[in-house]
């Protein structure tokens, strides 16, 4: 469910007329992309994935990049692949709904409108997600609670579609809305 609210376009870090990088973002996760020089083989580009820093480049020469990171980062779960001479980073975010306005300190920053863009689309993530839990939820609760009329409207019509859903005025932070997000 939540898929339909996956990014709808990376964002791009362009310096010097040249790109940097891409990135987007969900409620978990903020993922990195760059492309790959040609003629340099795999096994010589590295990436080391901190807390609270970034540094990448390739084996032997000064590092593309090296960089504090805005928010922390689970380093555990974080990673990075090559694919299709792309060079992919998937940063798991420590704080889960936290909106990044750039996935480096001081590089590639959204202006305040396209932050607020970011953070509309993971509040309704957010919802898409609280729905499915909901959903599980009621179906546990069906044959034994009070709520079982409630439920058995609820289970008819599970299609909540968020996709299309639009806020106005202010959001409110993905973060703490109604109580925050649940840890795992």
């Not at 978990?28 to 994935?49: A, G, M, R, T």
């Not at 694919?83 to 975010?93: G, P, S």
């Not at 859903?165 to 993905?174: E, I, L, M, R, V």
């Amino acid at each position: 469910m939540a898929e339909k609210l996956a990014p709808e376009k990376r964002h791009s870090f362009i310096h010097n007329g040249e790109k940097v990088f891409e990135w987007d973002q969900t409620l978990d996760e903020v993922n990195i992309y760059i492309n790959l020089p040609p003629n340099v083989h795999s096994k010589q580009f590295y990436c080391k994935i901190q807390s609270k820093h970034l540094e990448l480049g390739i084996k032997g020469n000064p590092p593309y990049l090296n960089h504090d990171l805005p928010c922390p980062v689970k380093t555990d779960s974080s990673f990075w692949t090559l694919e299709d001479d792309i060079m992919h980073i998937t940063l798991q975010k420590r704080d889960k709904g936290q909106t990044w306005a750039s996935p480096i300190l001081g590089q590639g920053q959204l202006d305040p409108y396209s932050t607020d863009l970011e953070q509309k689309r993971l509040m309704l993530q957010r919802f898409q997600e609280e729905i499915l839990i909901v959903q599980i939820m009621m179906i546990l609760l069906h044959y034994s609670s009070h709520y079982s009329r409630f439920c058995c409207a609820f289970l008819q019509n599970p299609g909540f579609d968020f996709s299309q859903a639009q806020f106005s005025g202010n959001c409110p932070d993905p973060r703490t809305f109604m109580g925050g997000i649940r840890s795992d």
